[in-house]
């Protein structure tokens, strides 16, 4: 996103346009962990937590109280579906597909 966003800058005039910038393709939890697990070789499961429980791990974890509710929320809005619109724009500004959910991961998580 980031390359693209530089691009943008460098380019063209960018005032008062909106862009939304979205893989080729929305992944659920689930998608993520059957990739992890091909990727890893290790047996990855996706376990949905409720928001309160889930929040009160990170807290525990040591994250701070409003990031933690900022995570649990998004994740929330994972879960119902708000992020999953999927648009070009991403792919136009950088000239190229975006990474593919496991050429990510294998970045990530070093794989």
Same mark, same amino acid.
């Given at each position: 996103?980031?390359? /693209?966003? /530089?691009?943008?800058? %460098?380019?063209?005039?960018?005032? @008062?346009?909106?862009?939304?910038?979205?893989?080729?393709?929305?992944?659920?939890?689930?998608d993520? #962990?059957?990739?992890l697990? *091909?990727?890893? !070789?290790? *047996?990855?499961?996706?376990?949905? =937590?409720?928001?309160?429980?889930?929040?009160?791990?990170?807290? &525990? $974890?040591?994250?701070? &109280?409003?990031?933690? +509710?900022?995570?649990?929320?998004? @994740?929330?809005?994972? +879960?119902n579906?708000?992020?999953? =619109?999927?648009?070009?724009?991403?792919? &136009? $500004?950088?000239?190229?597909?975006? #990474? *593919? %959910? +496991?050429?990510?991961? $294998?970045?990530?998580? !070093?794989?």
């Amino acid at each position: 996103m980031g390359e /693209a966003i /530089a691009h943008v800058m %460098l380019d063209e005039p960018c005032e @008062n346009k909106t862009y939304l910038f979205t893989g080729g393709e929305a992944y659920s939890f689930d998608d993520v #962990a059957r990739a992890l697990t *091909e990727l890893s !070789g290790k *047996e990855v499961r996706y376990t949905s =937590v409720e928001s309160q429980a889930f929040e009160d791990i990170l807290v &525990q $974890k040591g994250i701070p &109280q409003a990031m933690a +509710r900022i995570i649990t929320d998004f @994740n929330a809005d994972i +879960r119902n579906g708000q992020e999953s =619109v999927v648009t070009a724009d991403l792919a &136009q $500004k950088l000239g190229r597909p975006p #990474a *593919e %959910l +496991r050429e990510g991961l $294998k970045l990530l998580f !070093g794989l």
